[in-house]
């Protein structure tokens, strides 16, 4: 089982970047995917998912209307689309399964991490 995290940069503020997750190893179909980020000093935060049977997705609040998450399950790939990028959206962006809905994004310890794409923003 592998997820493959790719697509982060060096931005300015207000440009756009898209991040990737490749899954292998498991149907992407049958799994809940979300995006966390980490930056120095700061604890891990849940920015997105998008669930695996009905595509709901979630945001975490600062990024709503500038983030979208999709997949694409026949290319077994999930995509962050980052909008009007701010510093403050710089960090360690990783994907992973998770459990998602409209309102929530969870993690349990069983669930497979990606490594992390570094997202740094800034003029």
């Known amino acids: 089982v592998q997820l493959q995290a790719s697509g982060g940069g060096l931005v300015q503020p207000g440009e756009s970047l898209r991040l990737s997750c490749a899954v292998s190893g498991f149907t992407l179909k049958d799994y809940a995917i979300g995006w966390f980020r980490q930056a120095p000093g700061k604890q891990r935060e849940g920015v997105s998912c998008?669930?695996?049977?009905?595509?709901?997705?979630y945001y975490v609040d600062p990024v709503k209307g500038r983030f979208t998450i999709s997949r694409d399950n026949a290319k077994n790939i999930v995509n962050l689309q980052m909008n009007s990028l701010k510093p403050d959206d710089a960090a360690v962006y990783y994907c992973?399964?998770?459990?998602?809905?409209?309102?929530?994004?969870?993690?349990?310890?069983?669930?497979?991490w990606g490594q992390g794409t570094q997202v740094t923003v800034s003029s």
């Open positions: 992973a399964t998770v459990r998602c809905g409209d309102y929530y994004m969870s993690t349990r310890e069983d669930d497979y």
């Open positions: 998008i669930n695996s049977n009905d595509d709901t997705t």
